[in-house]
């Protein structure tokens, strides 16, 4: 789907054939992203099976491959990100320990992904020896993996030129006392994923000038425990985090969530269940701003489900 | 010439946008794929073949039968009293002697449902995928009323062996066997060792002595449910009622 396919599905969804002026006007001068993802992939490298239970015949990596192909065919700057628990839960991960999980992201053309608890499941030596099979980064912001198997092999943030576009991505990874055992994470020492968010989102702002900074989260959507930090207190602590793409808690968002961060500018919230059942899309189209502007907050406007 | 080509450079520059180029998300939409059977990658397939094969081959079998659809929920939960019953049974065979009762903690249970009918070894993997080990720790009425007003807390897990009500997030009403539960005796507690390590925030139970036989829960699943196909008989369904929310 090009540009202007996508903008003319959109003003049809919105019900009419009127684009805002200032899209029309600005058009010539606009980079339109797609940001795919997928979170607690768990896996579920086949479909659920035909047992009769809800998740029947959905998901699957060979299905995934193919619509993440037919997407890439009709837009020029995809961008394609997994929030974490990549491992386990069907019998390949207890036959195969993630070999044939980080196969077939790599082939799916993945690139990032952050970090899971259970992707600790078969150990951190286990997981820094799965990442031979891949060549996208794992970025974690929050987890110090000095003097354990995963020193050197995380990055803490990644930029990605799309087009005229630079796209800076985060990650921040949940507290692993009391949810891992201590043996699995070993040495490695959580921060605290607001401080550290704050960090790196200002430093991709305001050093590297990105256009949207995205932060992959395996922190959980929101709890009943007001003081347990999750997507939704991360993005109202947050400055500089355009959007959050989650996981961990499994939820099914039926459009991404709008929350006020500290300067009350909006971040979205996003997470797409479990098990590869859903890809999620978020097709941000952006404006040339002049250098004054880019530096001043902005509203984002969400549309109506729009790209299918 | 090279202020002509620096002026052709500079408009090239301006046009593509490569310096002092800002951007600004003004819209966005959102959309979401059910991904499901239809055109699958073909290259993608190929690759997962000699997994599947190895895996499709073990994982299929057939090991015994379910009588009724056994459904997760919370906090009775007949998929979690299943799952406690297996562990009560084998861990009265494994460590030589009955625990009073077996816990499940509620985020260690991985599939919705069992459903009724022929139970396939995939789906025991699928249900308890983690290689966690089945221990007992024993725990005074007073250590175990704490643990249970931990678990009501986080809104209950199954139980075998024993009963509890939930009210304002703490156990009440707690049966042992047949018994009221007593702050003095002391309880041979099944459960796992990621709980006894003190997952799911269960930091009272660090450091209580643990009895390990490096026997794996799935393997006591396994071992339970075979049990009753040897006898030629489906695997039975819990009685519901064992955890119950009283209201506030």
Request: hydrophobic share 40%.
């Amino acid at each position: 789907m090009n540009r202007r396919y996508f903008l003319s599905q959109s003003s049809l969804a919105a019900g009419t054939l009127l684009l805002p002026g200032w899209a029309l006007a600005a058009e010539a001068e606009a980079e339109h992203l797609v940001i795919l993802h997928t979170n607690d992939v768990h896996s579920r490298l086949d479909p659920f099976p035909m047992d009769g239970s809800r998740n029947q015949g959905m998901g699957g990596v060979a299905a995934r491959a193919a619509l993440i192909e037919q997407i890439r065919k009709e837009n020029t700057h995809v961008l394609l990100l997994d929030a974490g628990d990549i491992f386990q839960g069907t019998p390949y991960f207890n036959l195969y320990k993630g070999e044939p999980e980080m196969k077939a992201m790599q082939a799916m053309g993945y690139d990032a992904c952050t970090m899971g608890n259970h992707d600790f499941d078969a150990g951190l030596d286990n997981f820094a020896a799965q990442l031979q099979h891949v060549k996208f980064p794992v970025i974690v912001s929050n987890y110090d993996f000095s003097n354990t198997p995963m020193e050197g092999k995380a990055l803490p943030y990644k930029i990605f030129r799309r087009g005229r576009l630079k796209i800076g991505v985060l990650g921040v990874g949940i507290e692993l006392k009391g949810l891992v055992p201590d043996a699995l994470f070993g040495n490695t020492v959580y921060q605290d994923p607001v401080a550290k968010a704050n960090e790196t989102a200002y430093y991709l702002k305001y050093r590297e000038k990105c256009d949207l900074i995205v932060c992959l989260s395996h922190l959980g959507y929101s709890y009943r425990e007001g003081n347990r930090i999750s997507d939704k207190s991360l993005a109202a602590a947050s400055e500089n985090i355009d959007l959050i793409i989650g996981g961990h808690t499994h939820t099914f968002l039926p459009e991404p969530e709008k929350v006020r961060n500290k300067k009350g500018e909006e971040v979205l919230i996003n997470q797409v269940g479990w098990g590869g059942i859903v890809l999620g899309r978020l097709d941000y189209i952006f404006s040339k701003v002049s250098k004054k502007n880019f530096w001043k907050s902005h509203g984002i406007e969400v549309e109506k489900k729009t790209v299918l | 010439m090279g202020l002509r080509v620096l002026y052709i450079l500079s408009a090239v520059c301006v046009l593509l946008g490569c310096a002092g180029s800002y951007y600004q998300p003004g819209r966005v939409a959102h959309g979401r794929y059910d991904v499901k059977a239809g055109r699958i990658d073909s290259g993608v397939q190929a690759l997962l073949g000699p997994y599947q094969q190895a895996v499709g081959g073990s994982m299929e079998a057939v090991v015994a039968e379910i009588a009724a659809s056994l459904p997760k929920s919370q906090p009775d939960n007949l998929l979690g009293y299943f799952m406690t019953d297996a562990f009560l049974v084998q861990a009265a065979k494994v460590f030589g002697q009955q625990p009073d009762i077996a816990l499940m903690n509620q985020g260690g249970i991985r599939i919705n449902n069992l459903p009724a009918g022929p139970l396939k070894m995939r789906q025991l993997y699928e249900l308890m995928p983690f290689d966690n080990q089945l221990v007992i720790i024993v725990l005074t009425g007073e250590q175990l009323q704490a643990l249970l007003n931990h678990v009501a807390g986080r809104g209950g897990w199954a139980i075998s062996g024993g009963s509890y009500q939930i009210k304002n997030k703490q156990a009440v009403n707690v049966q042992i066997g047949k018994q009221p539960l007593q702050s003095a005796a002391r309880y041979r507690v099944a459960l796992s060792d990621y709980t006894a390590n003190g997952g799911d925030d269960c930091a009272m139970l660090v450091g209580v002595p643990q009895e390990n036989k490096g026997y794996l829960q799935r393997d006591a699943l396994i071992d339970y449910v075979k049990q009753w196909a040897a006898a030629g008989k489906q695997v039975p369904t819990p009685a519901a009622g064992r955890v119950t929310l009283l209201p506030q």
